[in-house]
Nanobody, 118 residues
Framework: QVKVVESGGGLVQPGGSLRLSCTVS????????MKWYRQAPGKERELVAG????????TYAEFVKGRFTISRDNRRKTVTLQMNSLKLEDTAVYYC???????????WGQGTQVTVSS
């Protein structure tokens, strides 16, 4: 059984930082691209960042470039999203996704809430 479990969300003030983690089990982790998405109330889910299966290439949405950093540890089967300089508009539920390299079939986590508020 595949499990994708996010953690690390919470309430933070503008300008603050949070570190999200995603732990995966039940699949061959290094066969999967890992991505973080987010969905704010009333909005569609959007891609935040992605990292290739070997960790060699990372991509970011324009709205998080320079503030967020994605990384992965294939030995521990985890992917993290370091979020700095958080803004009010970063408030959303953040989802981790494991996406198989060749088929793009994938698995979602249940999401973790990030709230940026003063």
């Amino acid at each position: 059984q595949v499990k994708v479990v996010e953690s690390g969300g919470g309430l933070v003030q503008p300008g603050g930082s949070l570190r999200l983690s995603c732990t995966v089990s039940g699949l061959t982790f290094h066969y999967y691209v890992m991505k973080w998405y987010r969905q704010a109330p009333g909005k569609e889910r959007e891609l935040v960042a992605g990292v290739t299966s070997d960790g060699g290439r990372k991509t970011y949405a324009e709205f998080v470039k320079g503030r967020f950093t994605i990384s992965r540890d294939n030995r521990r089967k985890t992917v993290t999203l370091q979020m700095n300089s958080l803004k009010l508009e970063d408030t959303a539920v953040y989802y981790c996704r494991a996406e198989e390299i060749t088929t793009t079939n994938g698995y979602w986590g249940q999401g973790t809430q990030v709230t940026v508020s003063s």
